[in-house]
Structure formats: C-alpha cells, structure tokens
C-alpha cells in the first residue's frame, strides 16, 4: 500500500525560503504511470494546484507561481521536494503531497498535509 | 486558464437525500474532470476521475455525469459521512491544473 508523508519547517520568515519534503513509501517514484506534485490550502480556503514532476525529471508549474517554485525528486530516497522562495503572509497554507495517474484525471492518493505558517 | 465554478456554495440536505451538485468549466475540458470530497481536517480524497468514473473503494451511492463544460456529483442518498466540502478538478488544459471553489455539504 502506497503511502506518502510530509515533512519540513512549520514557521517560515518572510523573504526566506519555504521547503518540505514528502516521502513516498509501499511504491516507487520512478513508476511511469504517476506525476508527483505539490497542492496548497490556505486556512479556510480552497485548493490551489502548485506543480508536479514526472519521474524523467520533468515539471509543470502553475504560471502564477513558476517563477518561485522549484519541484526537485531523489530517487535513491524515494522522496520529492517542494522550495518556494520569498515567501509572505499569503503562502500560509496547508501544503499536501499528491499522487496523479498520467493517464486519467485525479489524484488518487494524498498525503495528511502539513500546516506552514509565515510569520516573523 | 480554465475557471471552473461550482454551484451552490452551500447546500443544506438532511441524511437519506439525494444530492446534485454542479461544475462549470469556462471553457471543454471534454471528460477530463475530477470530483474529490474534504472532510474537516483531512486531505482530499478522490471520488470521480474523468468524469463519471468512481474511484477505487468509493460507494455506489457516488456517481458523476456531464462532458464539455457542465458537469454533475450526485449522491443518491446522503449517509452522516457524506457531509463535507466537494471539489471539482479539470486537467484538460494544464498548466495550471485548477479547482471549482468548492460546495460545502452540511446536514
């Protein structure tokens, strides 16, 4: 059964660096068949898609946030990770690590998320 | 970019209802369309892949239906559970991938 978990920092300064990391465990990030990616929820809001990569190395960013998001994966750890730079107030979220098959429509399996909160 | 607008944003049904919630892309996503549910303090959990598809282990009460623009979730009769905010989900047009705002479900 394949699982994944966040993990990183809760509390993030403005201006700095946002990183988390999810791990994947029960299946392989090098499956074909799957993009890994990253999708956000600010408190009491809805979800917002940051991007995903395939296991060539590949990656689809959402526009409105492609020029501060890097999505980079470690196979020998079966892990993917997130950086987001200078951030501020308005990227406090939860962020959720998730799996989507390439050929349908749905991410089918999420990790329990992780709360970051940017604050000084 | 593909907006996509969930309609109500609330609806107030009692256990033992049937449930039709809706999605409108601004544009075809064909059936490339997710439906997923949010129970308060989970992650998401996918219900419908495109389209009208149910996921692995979810009820028969689920069904989803519509291509092109407009789209449907029912649930033919709520259970206590089923209360919780719905989402839809287009990835025809990506990036970005993006969400309806939600409908929130309460008894």
């Known amino acids: 059964q394949v699982q994944m978990q966040e993990s990183g920092p809760g509390l993030v300064k403005p201006s700095e660096t946002l990183s988390l990391t999810c791990t994947v465990s029960g299946g392989s990030i090098t499956n074909s068949d799957y993009y890994w990616g990253w999708i956000r929820q600010p408190p009491g809001r809805g979800l917002e898609w940051i991007g995903y990569i395939y296991y060539t190395g590949s990656n689809h960013y959402n526009p409105s946030l492609k020029s501060r998001v890097t999505i980079s994966m470690d196979t020998p750890r079966n892990q993917f990770s997130l950086k987001l730079t200078s951030v501020t107030a308005a990227d406090t979220a939860v962020y959720y690590c998730a799996r989507d098959s390439l050929g349908t429509t749905g991410a089918d399996l999420w990790g329990q998320g992780t709360l970051v909160t940017v604050s000084s | 970019e593909i907006v996509l607008t969930q309609s109500p944003a609330t609806l107030s049904l009692s256990p033992g209802d049937r449930a039709t919630l809706s999605c409108r892309a601004s544009?075809?996503?064909?059936?490339?369309l997710a439906w997923y549910q949010q129970r308060p303090g989970q992650a998401p959990r996918l219900l419908i892949y495109d389209a009208s598809n149910r996921a692995t282990g979810i009820p028969a009460r689920f069904s989803g239906s519509g291509s092109g623009t407009d789209f449907s979730l029912t649930i033919s009769s709520l259970e206590p559970e089923d209360f919780a905010v719905y989402y839809c989900?287009?990835?025809?047009?990506?990036?970005?991938?993006?969400f309806g705002q939600g409908t929130r479900l309460e008894i």
């Open positions: 544009q075809s996503v064909t059936t490339y």
């Open positions: 989900q287009q990835r025809r047009t990506w990036p970005p991938i993006t």
